[in-house]
C-alpha cells in the first residue's frame, strides 16, 4: 500500500502504476481513486505511468478535522508530485478535482506540468455577487447541506439517475451502486466541508493565470455542473481547448468513457517523445 505523510503529518494513499510518461488523476467531490481504475489501466497498457490519490477525508487516506480548503487540497497534491518527483505530468481531473488542479497551478507553478485535462469542473463561481449576478445566494446552499446532513444515503440514491442518465447510456445498476458506496464510505466531516469549498469559492482568477496547455471537457446534459461552467472555464484559460459531448452527463467519464480518453490520448499525445 503506498502513502506518504503531508507536511501537517496527514497520512494520505496514492496508487502508483507503471513507468514512463506520468499521468495523474484527481477525483471528483466524495468519491476517491477508485473511480480513475479503468482509466488508469487503459494508459498504463499504453506505456505510461498512471498515479492517483485519495484526497484527505477519502477513500484510504487519514481524515484530519481540517484542510479540506483549496490551499491544502493543492499543497497535498503538491506535496505527492515531489514524492514521487513527477516532471512533464500531465493532470486530469473531474469535478472538484479540476479545482485543486486549479488552484495547485495558481498556487505552485507549473513547472512540473506540460498539460492538464479538466473533465466537468465546477463552476468557476457559484455564488452570487455584483461580478456573478447569475450566481446562486448563499441560503441555497445551506439548504443543500441540510438536505445531505439529514439523509445523504436518500440524496445520493435521488440524483443517481441524473448524474448517469442510465436510460440513454447503460450504466448499470451495478455500477451506480459501486459509486454511491464509495461516496458513502468518504468521512462525512470531508464530504460536507469539501461541498462548502467547492460551492463558495471563486476560481476565476486562478483560471486565468494558468498557462499550460488545457482541454476542457463538458456534457451539454450534466446537472451537477451545468454545461455553461464548462464553457466559462475555456474561456477563461488563455490555452484551452474544449470539447462539448451532445447529450452527456455529469458521469462523462464513464457513460462516454472510450471518448473522453480517446480524446485526452489525442490531446496530450501520450507515449510520444518529449
Known amino acids: 500500500m503506498s502513502t506518504f505523510q503531508t ?6 494513499f496514492f496508487q502508483d502504476w507503471g513507468s514512463g510518461q506520468p499521468v495523474l488523476f484527481v477525483h471528483s467531490w466524495a468519491m476517491n481513486s477508485t473511480m480513475w481504475d479503468p482509466h488508469m489501466a487503459h494508459f498504463n497498457r499504453l506505456g ?3 498515479l492517483a490519490m485519495d484526497r484527505r477525508g477519502h477513500g484510504r487516506s487519514d481524515a484530519p478535522g481540517t484542510g479540506y480548503h483549496y490551499d491544502r487540497l493543492a ?3 503538491a506535496e505527492l508530485i515531489e514524492h514521487c518527483d513527477l516532471h512533464n505530468l500531465t493532470l486530469v481531473g473531474h469535478s472538484m478535482g479540476c479545482a485543486e488542479i486549479v488552484r495547485y497551478l495558481a498556487r505552485h507553478g507549473a513547472s512540473r506540468i506540460a498539460r492538464v485535462v479538466l473533465i466537468a469542473p465546477v463552476m468557476p463561481c457559484f455564488l452570487k455577487s455584483a461580478s456573478n449576478p447569475d450566481g446562486v445566494e448563499m441560503n441555497v446552499i445551506e439548504g443543500l447541506q441540510e438536505v445531505l446532513r439529514k439523509d445523504f444515503p436518500k440524496w445520493l440514491a435521488d440524483n443517481a439517475d441524473d448524474f448517469f442518465l442510465p436510460t440513454s447510456w447503460g450504466t448499470t445498476p451495478e455500477f451506480t451502486q459501486h459509486t454511491i458506496d464509495m461516496m ?3 468521512v462525512f466531516n470531508a464530504a460536507m466541508t469539501c461541498l462548502h469549498t467547492k460551492m463558495t469559492t471563486d476560481l476565476r482568477g486562478w483560471l486565468a493565470e494558468i498557462t499550460v496547455p488545457a482541454l476542457v471537457i463538458h456534457g451539454d446534459r450534466d446537472v451537477s455542473e451545468p454545461v455553461e461552467g464548462g464553457r466559462l472555464t475555456a474561456q477563461l484559460i488563455r490555452n484551452s481547448q474544449y470539447r462539448e459531448y451532445a447529450g452527456a452527463p455529469h458521469g462523462i ?3 462516454h468513457m472510450s471518448q473522453v480518453l480517446g480524446d485526452i490520448l489525442h490531446f496530450a499525445e501520450l507515449g510520444k517523445a518529449g
Open 7 to 12: 507536511t501537517d503529518k496527514t497520512t494520505l
Open 48 to 50: 505510461l505511468r498512471t
Open 75 to 77: 499543497d497535498d497534491l
Open 184 to 186: 458513502l464510505s468518504t
Open 253 to 255: 467519464y464513464h457513460t
